[in-house]
């Protein structure tokens, strides 16, 4: 059974730093495209980063710069670097694995995911 679990949500002023993990079970994070969404409330999943098995990543527009997705296998671990944070930023943070279906490019952010972490949720007060 795959269990993801996501930890490190808080809340925190604008412009400051948070970093959340996502630990799975069940899986290993090395032969897997992974990914982070973020959902505000009533709104849709919106992709905000994914990361690919060889390293590379593709970062939703309102993040590029500010956020940074990494990965340890070792730990079977992914990580999502989140920096200068905006009161935009406020939202349920979920982390994903395995695209089921991809209408583009595979490991992009149009991809639907199999997998889902609980979630956790990050408040930025300005």
């Known amino acids: 059974q795959v269990q993801l679990a996501e930890s490190g949500g808080d809340s925190v002023q604008a412009g400051n730093s948070l970093r959340l993990s996502c630990v799975a079970s069940g899986i290993v994070y090395k032969h897997i495209c992974l990914a982070w969404f973020r959902q505000y409330p009533g709104k849709e999943r919106e992709g905000v980063a994914t990361?690919?098995?060889?390293?590379?990543?593709t970062y939703a527009d309102a993040v590029k710069g500010r956020f940074s997705v990494s990965r340890d296998n070792a730990k079977n671990t992914l990580y999502l670097e989140m920096n200068s944070l905006k009161s935009e930023d406020t939202a349920d943070y979920y982390c994903?694995?395995?695209?089921?279906?991809?209408?583009?490019?595979?490991?992009?952010?149009?991809?639907?995911?199999?997998?889902w972490g609980q979630g956790a949720q990050v408040t930025v007060s300005s």
């Open positions: 994903a694995a395995v695209p089921s279906t991809c209408p583009g490019r595979y490991c992009s952010l149009e991809c639907e995911f199999l997998y």
């Open positions: 990361i690919d098995r060889d390293g590379s990543t």
